[in-house]
């Protein structure tokens, strides 16, 4: 790996990673970038095309058929990490595990309600579907969420 | 394996509930001055404390409804206390052990799916309060 240090006098530090963004190189980078910030950025996919998006925009992340979608403010992307990895590296960024195949940004939750099921049903904020939080999910939710 | 310990785990922790019942039971038959249980009494009422405790791990599933779940802990728990009164010897005939056991079985499951929905909704309460206030 070639590395630049350019100094610069500007307000914000700018990272350019240039390469193969599919590469386990820079997937790691971008892990140890989003640990070390808590507020850094993660790679989506969508018709193989890559984009880097912060995780502020990411509203859930969601295990349908195999795979691992993102559900941003711009659509529906693909992600390659597991969702227990995203769990663990997104959680500072306010992303908490809902059920077994969800992880719900905190910032869009609108409301929940409890349900007869004994299952909570989360509202989000200008989106009509619902995300069902799990009895099993639901303390650490609630002490997630009262921090 | 897991299951195994879980299964053992909840089992254990019905037997200490079930002690507690036991030695109440026991002292209340001292005070009054009623006959002791014996041993095999003992036995059966630890063995279905037990088997009690195990059944509760599927109110932990998921893929089922709640109410769906306490009937069937209902049924189940139901059994094992129909199959402890047979063993003991307490009443005459089935028939008159379920009849002596349904209302208090109805009253105790009504009040717990009742506490179990009232938590629930306070829970909705704090966690909207909480987002709110973010």
């Known amino acids: 790996m070639k590395l630049n240090l350019i100094h610069a006098v500007q307000k914000e530090t700018e990272i350019t990673v240039k390469g193969d963004t599919a590469s386990e190189e820079v997937q790691r980078i971008l892990a140890f970038l989003n640990a070390d910030a808590g507020q850094g ?18 509203v859930y992340v969601e295990v349908t058929g195999g ?11 693909e992600v ?12 500072r960024d306010g992303f908490i595990q809902i059920n077994k195949s969800t992880l719900v940004n905190i910032h869009y939750v609108k409301s929940i309600s409890a349900e007869f099921s004994g299952n909570y049903t ?12 799990s009895r099993t999910y639901f303390q ?8 | 394996m897991k299951t195994l310990t879980r299964i053992f785990c909840f089992g254990f922790v ?26 095999m009494e003992l036995l059966y009422w630890v063995a279905a404390s037990f088997l009690m405790g195990a059944v509760t791990m599927i109110l932990y599933t998921e893929k089922l409804h709640f109410l769906l779940l306490t009937v069937i802990h209902f049924v189940l728990c139901f059994a094992i206390v129909f199959g402890a009164v047979s063993l003991c010897g307490y009443a005459d005939g089935a028939l008159a052990s379920v009849r002596a056991m349904m209302p208090e079985f109805l009253i105790i499951y009504a009040a717990v799916f009742l506490v179990v929905l009232t938590v629930s909704k306070l829970n909705e309460h704090a966690v909207n309060k909480a987002l709110k206030d973010r």
């Open chain 2, 14 to 39: 019905g037997s200490g509930i079930g002690a507690w019942v036991m030695s109440a039971i026991c002292c209340l038959n001292r005070l009054n001055g009623s006959v002791q249980i014996d041993a």
């Open chain 1, 41 to 58: 950025v993660i790679l989506l996919e969508r018709e193989d095309e890559r984009f880097l998006f912060s995780p502020d925009e990411i």
């Open chain 1, 122 to 133: 989360a509202k989000l904020k200008d989106r009509r579907e619902t995300l069902t939080i």
């Open chain 1, 80 to 91: 390659k990490e597991k969702l227990y990895q995203l769990a663990a590296s997104l959680k």
């Open chain 1, 140 to 147: 650490s939710f609630k002490q997630f969420v009262r921090r």
């Open chain 1, 67 to 77: 795979k691992t979608n993102a559900v941003t403010t711009q659509g529906i992307y």
